[in-house]
Every structure is written in C-alpha cells, then in structure tokens.
C-alpha cells in the first residue's frame, strides 16, 4: 500500500512535526508494511524509507500522488483564512489528489476562523471530495456542519497523543511558550515580563521561554526580548517533539499560546493555561473540560492569579490530565485503524 501524507510539515513548527511523528506512528501502527511518502518543505528527521517529495521537485510529487492509494491531508489547522494563502494551498493539494481519483482522508484537523468568501468556498469543496474527515475538537464538526450539513463527521484528537515522554527534564520549572500574532495579542505580551518576575517572587519557581516556530514566525524573537527583561531563561536550541516532551515532563505548569505547547502539557500530566490567540486554543482546552483556564489576549493581567489557582489546583488537574489524556490516547488508535483503507 502506498500512503501520501501532505501537511505543513518541515517548516520548523514543533507542533507540525509532533504532529507528523504522531500520524507515521499510527501508519506504522496499522500498515507497517506501508510505502510513506510525505509533502513538506524540508524534513531532515523522517525515518529511513520515509521521502520528502518537494525535495524531489514539483514532478515527482505530482507523480507520487497518482501512484498512491491514500492520501491523508493533515493533521493540524489547515484551512484557515486569517492566512489567505492556507486554503489556496491546501485546496490545490486536495484537488490534485482528487484529480487522480484517490482516496482523500481530512486527517484529525481543526478548522477555522474561516471568514471570506473564498476560504469558506475552498473549505466546503475540500469536504466534498474527502472519502472520511475527522476534527481534532468538537467546535471545529459544527463548523464544518454548517458549511456541509450532509457530510459525516468524525472526531479524531491531535496526532501528538501517539507521542510519549521518555524521561523528565522540567525540574519543576514553568514553562511559557508565546508567539508573534495581531497586534492585539502583541500588546498583550508587553506584560510579561512583569508578570514573570511577579509570579517567580511569589513562587521561588524558575520559568522557561520555549520557542514553538524556529523560522519565519519570530517566537525566538519575541521571546528573547521578553527574557532580557525579566527574571527568566530561554530554550535556544530547535527541539524535536521527544525532547520537547522530555522537557516538559516534570515541570510545574505551562502557559502556552501555542497550541501544541497545551498538548505537550496534557500528555505530560502538567497543569496548563491557554491564551487564546486562535479558536483552537480554546477549543482544545473546552474539550479538555479547564475552560476555567483559558485567558483572552486582552485578559493577560489576570495571568497571575490564574498561576496561584493552577498551582492550588494542581494535583486534581494533574489527575484529571491523565485520565483524559489516556481516553484521548485510546481513542485516536482506535479511530486511525482507517489509516490504512
């Protein structure tokens, strides 16, 4: 069986490669006899027999697609329009394999905000040529529903559950990951410096700037910025999501924008807060049952005091975590038996 997996995938973003790691293992899983391939940028850490197909060139993609027997488009957020060129992009891909009358299966993405014309048109084109669509949260079914009332939906959770810490490293640390967004959000994230040194006076706990985005989206940036001003220290090193879950298990608490960096929390059993800079955020932390702690950008003052919660609340959090995460982890094996069509 040949299986093309296309995503956002070699572009230095943790989460789409957590992501990748998490869909391959699950391919291995149930079709270890499998022939990958998989469309990224640049993918230097796919293990052996997995190929990059843009190293190839425009052709050989093209000819990948029309040998395959399954094309999975995702996991992660996709379409989405707050970024024009997103649906465009992904559109063509999906087109393109539905061209070739392959099976397409919309793989555990999340959908949304979708507010043009155009992105909306693409999207709901997109459904229809899928054989099987799957959403990594409940908000994103219902949207999709509107734009497609007639197709089935299935819920499948993120990828990265597949992934497991190896050892911990946190040492009880908090771990804060932030990226350049509106200017909204950016105004929001001038106050963190004062926060951090209020909450590590308060705590006597260490806090940890992880960078999600190496290139192009400025985290490292952004978070350097804020650590020189401010009692704190900066991961500089480009993680690989075992590392990062290496990390992340054991430390205190986590406060993400980045969604992944919610994900890396729950799958370490870390209580968590959410600052919503997308819907996804909140929507992943709504199915998670801690809408209590999740922050609007314009809410960041209040970040403090929903430490000093969190930490109160962290053993219940904690237990919570797992319970869930295991639910969430027997779940995405069972739903991605149809991996392998």
């Known amino acids: 069986m040949k299986i093309v997996i296309c995503g956002n995938y070699g572009a230095t973003n943790l989460g789409d490669d957590a992501i990748l790691e998490g869909i391959?293992?699950?391919?291995?899983?149930?079709?270890?006899?499998?022939?990958?391939?998989?469309?990224?940028?640049?993918?230097?850490r796919l293990p052996l027999g997995i190929r990059s197909l843009l190293r190839g060139g425009y052709s050989q993609t093209l000819q990948k697609i029309k040998q395959c027997d399954l094309f999975i488009l995702g996991g992660g957020g996709l379409f989405v329009d707050t970024k024009f060129r997103a649906p465009l992009i992904w559109g063509l891909h999906a087109f393109t394999a539905h061209h070739y009358g392959k099976p397409i299966y919309l793989f555990s993405n999340s959908l949304g905000p979708l507010k043009t014309p155009l992105g909306k048109w693409?999207?709901?084109?997109?459904?229809?040529?899928c054989k099987i669509v799957s959403f990594r949260d409940t908000a994103s079914i219902k949207l999709a529903q509107k734009l497609l009332p007639d197709k089935k939906y299935k819920f499948v959770p993120d990828p990265a559950f597949a992934l497991k810490p190896q050892k911990s490293m946190g040492e009880g640390k908090i771990i804060i990951s932030l990226r350049d967004w509106t200017k909204k959000v950016n105004n929001a994230t001038e106050e963190i410096?004062?926060?951090i040194n209020k909450i590590t006076a308060n705590n006597r706990l260490e806090v940890l700037l992880v960078p999600f985005q190496v290139e192009g989206e400025e985290d490292i940036s952004l978070l350097n910025n804020i650590c020189e001003q401010c009692r704190s220290s900066l991961y500089e090193k480009q993680l690989s999501p075992q590392t990062a879950l290496n990390l992340f298990s054991g430390s205190k608490l986590v406060v993400g924008m980045r969604l992944h960096s919610l994900i890396f929390g729950a799958i370490t059993g870390t209580p968590i807060i959410g600052i919503n800079y997308s819907p996804k955020v909140k929507n992943f932390m709504s199915d998670l049952g801690l809408a209590e702690y999740v922050l609007e950008p314009e809410e960041i003052d209040k970040l403090p005091e929903l430490i000093e919660k969190a930490?109160?609340?962290?053993?219940r959090i904690k237990a919570e975590l797992s319970h869930k995460t295991e639910e969430l982890r027997r779940l995405l094996y069972s739903s991605s038996l149809k991996l392998s069509l």
């Open 122 to 129: 693409i999207t709901k084109k997109v459904l229809k040529w």
């Open 311 to 315: 930490l109160k609340n962290s053993p």
């Open 24 to 44: 391959l293992k699950l391919v291995g899983r149930h079709n270890p006899n499998a022939q990958v391939s998989v469309i990224g940028r640049d993918i230097p």
């Open 193 to 195: 410096p004062q926060i």
